[in-house]
């Protein structure tokens, strides 16, 4: 094939790391319509991924020129088990790490699949999967072009897409690291701490003040039932829990900090303005009814389970804490460890949910006064109140 000036600005564009694309999605479709004004073939263009994702690690992303971009997320147990990856011809070229050219009704490996006679319905020919090689990648990842021009590719179309195998397996690679990097950080660090850890953030002892709504939360009575429950029993139920009480507490605008065994630390930070505190007060308070919400008639056989929880609100101090070799982005100060003590102290008054005096200012409501109480570290008796009655 003879040199072609739009090819060449596609190879360069790749190797410049896809400048001007407003995420991956773009990036493909941008690579179908560039293949496309070249003259190739391509009625269809997808580039299959996998990520480092606790959730949604199968990630495929495709064009046509009628559709436009697409995406499609898989599941783990999609991957291992669903005919939307397991059996096609993209599987199998991850698989072997070597391109596979498939002509629809030509291959009795593939053509009872139900998506691939679809395909064909709709007037694909023939279907190109590259290996996209990388060393960094947790899985191979997958270039596909289809085509609906009789007879399928040529050998000097094919040779085009050899040519810019690799540097879209750069591309692909790049993407794929940084957004299983985004995702781990996350997961295992927190939504805040792990934008500031990708920004640099991250020389021990960097802190700074930030006003908090602070929740502290543990089941009730988790040791008795985890001492007599099956290990599956104890981990399903702290995922369900954890996993209702992620979801709200990141709609009503806070993070999960850390889990600590059966129970969660989580700030909603604020402006030290009156109004946005009483608004994060509100956001909290939400997460906890929602979460109450969801245990109701919550049964594990004979146990039911509830929790506890406790708010405060105040300064905490939120940075790099740790060793040289082991650091965690955290929150401390005496707002914190109050916190802490409230929780304490309602369990031992029998009360599922209390909060502090400069909680029950701001909320504005009629609440139970569980008197005066003097922690260990703080100087002056904390006034302790009842949240159970809130609503």
């Not at 391109?99 to 053509?111: Q, R, T, V």
């Not at 957004?179 to 002892?205: F, P, Q």
């Not at 006034?383 to 159970?388: A, D, G, M, Y």
Request: glycine share 10%; aromatic share 8%.
């Amino acid at each position: 094939m003879h040199r072609n000036p739009r090819l060449s600005a596609l190879n360069s564009w790749l190797v410049a790391g896809a400048p001007g694309a407003d995420g991956f999605s773009e990036i493909n479709a941008e690579i179908g319509r560039r293949l496309k004004a070249a003259n190739l073939p391509v009625d269809f263009f997808g580039i299959y991924k996998t990520l480092m994702h606790p959730e949604l690690p199968g990630r495929f992303d495709f064009w046509t020129e009628v559709a436009g971009p697409k995406t499609v997320r898989l599941t783990p147990r999609q991957l291992r088990e669903s005919d939307q990856w397991i059996g096609t011809p993209g599987q199998v070229c991850s698989n072997t790490g070597r391109m596979l050219l498939y002509s629809f009704g030509d291959n009795p490996d593939f053509d009872g699949r139900p998506d691939m006679k679809a395909l064909q319905k709709r007037g694909y020919v023939q279907s190109l999967c590259l290996p996209l090689h990388s060393r960094y990648t947790p899985d191979l990842n997958v270039a596909i072009a289809m085509t609906k021009a009789n007879g399928g590719f040529d050998e000097d179309q094919i040779e085009v897409f050899r040519g810019l195998q690799a540097p879209i397996a750069r591309v692909t690679e790049g993407f794929v690291l940084h957004e299983s990097t985004v995702a781990v950080l996350s997961t295992y660090v927190g939504r805040d701490a792990g934008s500031r850890v990708l920004t640099g953030n991250i020389r021990r002892g960097d802190t700074e003040n930030i006003p908090s709504i602070v929740l502290f939360i543990d089941l009730e009575s988790f040791t008795q039932f985890s001492n007599t429950a099956a290990p599956e029993d104890t981990i399903g139920y702290l995922n369900r829990f954890f996993s209702v009480l992620d979801e709200s507490v990141c709609r009503n605008g806070g993070e999960i900090l850390k889990f600590i065994g059966d129970g969660a630390m989580a700030i909603f930070p604020t402006p030290d303005d009156q109004s946005a505190q009483i608004a994060a007060i509100d956001g909290a308070l939400a997460t906890l009814e929602e979460t109450r919400m969801s245990m109701v008639d919550k049964t594990i056989g004979e146990t039911t389970l509830n929790f506890r929880a406790a708010l405060n609100v105040g300064d905490v101090h939120y940075g790099n804490i740790g060793s040289v070799n082991r650091m965690d982005f955290t929150v401390v100060g005496p707002t914190v460890n109050l916190t802490a003590r409230l929780l304490e102290v309602g369990a031992s008054l029998g009360k599922r949910m209390v909060c502090s005096y400069e909680v029950y200012r701001l909320i504005d409501a009629d609440l139970e006064d569980l008197g005066e109480h003097s922690f260990k570290g703080f100087e002056k008796p904390v006034r302790v109140f009842s949240l159970e009655d809130y609503g």
